[in-house]
């Protein structure tokens, strides 16, 4: 089983190189970074970092589409520029993917801050997966690739590809959820507060379960970098 992982990035040149480091560092087969239009030197980090780096259109569900299609692996394995898998998250999925009945999941988080909130946002995240089958970009999500391809990929909007993806996905198979950890930047967090970015995020998902689309969601939505 080879695994591909596909980082998605935009002006992640701070981060980039050590995220590659450390995808590396679980024994990925290869480690594919989707540039969306950086200003900075994110590309060449990566490209210093050992990567295949590819030029793509801005949005997260585009940039994982355009490096799934490069992929050469036998499971795709989606990360986010400030999160990292530990070492053994591999052979986690090597074990979990060895009943062919399993084909997708996530992983638990641990979100590199102190404090209860975090915790509470953690278990929160474990639980919607284990009893909604939903996981977020932020939990690794990883996917056969006969399934990605089945699916037709992430749809390509703005904001919320990864929720739109996962709930067609549960529709086939009900996703796994394995211990990781994946190691999450609370940079989001500490820069907005925990309390607010969990009630904006609410919002959004209240808004988007009305129907308003996501593309006009994502006004809302403020970027990290």
Not at 143 to 155: I, S
């Amino acid at each position: 089983m080879r695994v591909s992982i596909i980082i998605p990035a935009l002006n992640e040149e701070p981060n980039i190189r050590q995220a590659a480091e450390r995808a590396w560092q679980t024994g990925a087969g290869e480690v594919i970074v989707v540039d969306g239009g950086s200003h900075d030197a994110t590309a060449e980090a990566a490209r210093e970092a050992g990567c295949r780096v590819l030029a793509g259109r801005r949005g997260r569900g585009a940039q994982q589409n355009l490096g799934a299609r490069a992929a050469a692996g036998d499971v795709l394995l989606f990360l986010h520029a400030d999160c990292w898998l530990a070492p053994h998250g591999l052979a986690q999925i090597a074990r979990a993917l060895d009943d062919r009945r399993q084909a997708a999941g996530a992983f638990e988080q641990r979100i590199e801050a102190d404090g209860l909130l975090f915790r509470l946002l953690e278990r929160g995240n474990a639980w919607r997966v284990r009893r909604r089958g939903l996981a977020y970009g932020d939990q690794g999500i990883f996917v056969r690739r006969e399934l990605f391809d089945q699916l037709n990929g992430f749809p390509e909007v703005a904001l919320m590809e990864d929720l739109l993806f996962m709930k067609r996905l549960r529709r086939v198979v009900w996703p796994l959820l394995l211990a990781g950890p994946l190691h999450v930047s609370a940079r989001r967090w500490q820069r907005h507060g925990v309390i607010r970015q969990t009630l904006r995020n609410s919002l959004l998902l209240a808004a988007a379960r009305l129907g308003v689309p996501p593309d006009r969601l994502a006004r809302y939505y403020a970027p990290d970098r």
